[in-house]
């Protein structure tokens, strides 16, 4: 299931801010943080959303019409992340 931009954002500012709090960010550039932290969150959100979907075509080629596991989606996701050099 896709993640929303709204709960990416909501998580990006939740790191910039507990960075904040540990002194690791200033608060002038705590929107900036918040930008890069958002957009590094939708790419990898957007790598794991095509590795899943590429793990359930396979999946789909292999047993048919039959829903596959969570276990055999996650084994598949696991090929196709080694297959693309990606760490889950």
């Given amino acids: 299931m896709p993640t929303s931009i709204r709960q990416i954002e909501f998580l990006a500012r939740s790191i ?3 960075l904040e709090d540990r002194g690791l960010v200033e608060f002038g550039d705590a929107e900036i943080g918040i930008d890069v932290v958002t957009k590094t969150l939708e790419d990898n959100f957007a790598a794991y959303d095509a590795i899943e979907a590429e793990a359930r075509i396979r999946l789909a080629k292999t047993i048919g019409t039959r829903e596959p596991s969570e276990a055999e989606v996650t ?14």
């Fill in 16 to 18: 910039v801010n507990r």
């Fill in 75 to 88: 084994e598949a996701m696991r090929r196709v992340a080694a297959e693309r050099n990606v760490t889950l």
